[in-house]
């Protein structure tokens, strides 16, 4: 088993760049690909980006492709999301998982951290 914990959260204007990092416990992390989600109040938790055990393949929603990157840290237990060119409906938890399954499957993910607040104003 994993446990994902975020950090990196925080107030960033529109325009501004954010870094969240996700450290992983658990003696197998390699075995897990990760993935990032969020939720803003009243709406549905969604898929960020994801990459793989190895980090070879990343995947991205739409609506944050072209700016937001997801890497693993070279000890392969760590994530991290560079968010770029934020805009205020980007405001959310955002949430670090785990998954056995694809790192491209959504309903995958087992193992999810605590969340970090992303607030961009305007």
């Known amino acids: 088993q994993v446990q994902p914990v975020e950090s990196g959260g925080g107030l960033v204007q529109a325009g501004g760049s954010l870094r969240l990092s996700c450290a992983a416990s658990?003696?197998?992390?390699?075995?897990?690909?990760m993935g990032w989600f969020r939720q803003s109040p009243g709406k549905e938790r969604e898929f960020v980006a994801a990459?793989?055990?190895?980090?070879?393949?990343?995947y991205y929603a739409d609506s944050v492709k072209g700016r937001f990157t997801i890497s693993r840290g070279n000890a392969k237990n760590t994530v991290y999301l560079q968010m770029n060119s934020l805009k205020p409906e980007d405001t959310a938890v955002y949430y670090c998982?785990?998954?056995?399954?694809?790192?491209?499957?959504?309903?995958?993910?087992?193992?999810w951290g605590q969340g970090t607040q992303v607030t961009v104003s305007s």
């Open positions: 998982a785990a998954t056995l399954s694809r790192a491209s499957d959504p309903s995958g993910y087992r193992y």
């Open positions: 658990g003696r197998t992390v390699i075995d897990y690909a």
């Open positions: 990459v793989s055990r190895n980090g070879s393949s990343t």
